[in-house]
C-alpha cells in the first residue's frame, strides 16, 4: 500500500512466510500459478524485475552442449546431420571447437557419403575437411562447375582411348595415330 514503511520481517518469520507461500502456491494449479506470478511482478520494483530477468536467463538459457561431458556431447553430435553439424558450428566458438574435434562424427559423415573410412587417422579436421570438400565436388557436379573443357586439335577422327596423367592428354584415334596434348589442370 503507497505512503505505508516497509519493515522487514525478521529472518525466522520471513522464512516461515516463505515456507507457507510455497507449499500453498505448490498446490496451485497452472492458471492459478501463473495469475500469482503476474500479481507478484506488477508489485516489484526495478531491483526485483532485474532479479527475476538475470534467473530466468540463467534457467532459460543454459548451454548444454557446454554443460554436457564431453563424451555424452559427442555421443549427441553423432544423431545430428551433416548440415545441422555445419549450422551448429555457427553459434559460437565453443560449439564449433567441440564439433569441430569429434573424429567420430566426421569420420560418420564421410562414410555416409560412402567414403572407405581410415580408422588410423584419428584427426577430426581431416575428416570435417574431407567431407567439406566432397560437399563441394558434389556441388560443383550437381551445377555443372566441376569440369573445364576445352577442344583439343590434333585431329578430327573418332577417338577410340584417353590416357591422361601428370597433366598430358594422350588420344588414341586409329592404330597407327597417337595424339600427345598438354593441358593445364586444376590443383586440388
Same mark, same amino acid.
Given at each position: ?18 515456507e ?27 531491483? $526485483? #524485475? ?9 534457467? =532459460?538459457?543454459?548451454?548444454?552442449? &557446454?554443460?554436457?561431458? @564431453? ?8 544423431w ?15 560449439w ?43 556441388? $560443383? #557436379? ?9 577442344? =583439343?586439335?590434333?585431329?578430327?577422327? &573418332?577417338?577410340y582411348? @584417353?590416357?591422361y ?24
Amino acid at each position: 500500500v503507497a505512503g505505508r514503511s516497509h519493515v522487514p520481517m525478521e529472518k525466522a518469520a520471513f522464512e516461515g512466510w516463505l515456507e507457507s507461500v510455497s507449499a500453498t502456491f505448490l498446490t496451485l494449479n497452472d492458471q492459478q500459478r501463473n495469475q500469482s506470478l503476474d500479481h507478484l511482478i506488477s508489485l516489484s520494483g526495478a531491483v $526485483q #524485475l532485474r532479479h527475476l530477468s538475470n534467473g530466468l536467463e540463467t534457467l =532459460l538459457k543454459r548451454d548444454f552442449l &557446454r554443460l554436457l561431458p @564431453l563424451e555424452l556431447a559427442f555421443y549427441l553430435l553423432r544423431w545430428l546431420d551433416p548440415q545441422t553439424l555445419l549450422t551448429c558450428c555457427l553459434v559460437c566458438k565453443q560449439w564449433n571447437k567441440v564439433i569441430s574435434s569429434c573424429t567420430e562424427v566426421w569420420q560418420g559423415v564421410c562414410r555416409d557419403l560412402g567414403w572407405r573410412i581410415d580408422e588410423s587417422i584419428q584427426d577430426a579436421s581431416h575428416w570435417k575437411g574431407v567431407y567439406l570438400k566432397a560437399k563441394l565436388r558434389m556441388m $560443383q #557436379l550437381k551445377d555443372q562447375e566441376a569440369f573445364e573443357t576445352s577442344s =583439343l586439335i590434333g585431329h578430327s577422327a &573418332r577417338v577410340y582411348a @584417353l590416357y591422361y596423367k601428370d597433366g598430358l592428354l594422350c588420344t588414341v584415334f586409329s592404330i597407327r595415330n597417337v595424339s600427345v596434348n598438354t593441358l593445364q589442370t586444376q590443383s586440388d
